[in-house]
Nanobody, 115 residues
Framework: QVQLVESGGGLGQPGGSLRLSCAAS????????MGWFRQAPGKEREFVGH????????SYADSVKGRFTISRDNAKNTVYLQMNSLKPEDTAVYYC????????WGQGTQVTVSS
């Protein structure tokens, strides 16, 4: 079973930036499209964006389009989420996972956007 470890969260200022990382164990990471998801207090987990196996294709939720960028380094088994122009509504716990048939969820990383 692949283990996912998210990191890089913290307190961000409105209009500021944060970069999240998600490291995956196991040799098959590069075989799968990966996604970022988030869950705000009292809300369902929601899709943020995805990146294809090679990294050549991405898609984003309308709420983050133009502000967030997903990338990956298959040699490091890591996927990244660059978050720019942060808004208070981006406050959530952020998770990564395989798009199809998710693995067990990691602990996530908390992002809080506040002045």
């Amino acid at each position: 079973q692949v283990q996912l470890v998210e990191s890089g969260g913290g307190l961000g200022q409105p209009g500021g930036s944060l970069r999240l990382s998600c490291a995956a164990s196991g040799p098959t990471f590069s075989s799968y499209a990966m996604g970022w998801f988030r869950q705000a207090p009292g809300k369902e987990r929601e899709f943020v964006g995805h990146i294809s196996r090679s990294g050549g294709s991405t898609s984003y939720a309308d709420s983050v389009k133009g502000r967030f960028t997903i990338s990956r380094d298959n040699a490091k088994n890591t996927v990244y989420l660059q978050m720019n122009s942060l808004k208070p509504e981006d406050t959530a716990v952020y998770y990564c996972n395989r798009i199809v048939t998710p693995w067990s969820w990691g602990q996530g990383t908390q992002v809080t956007v506040s002045s």
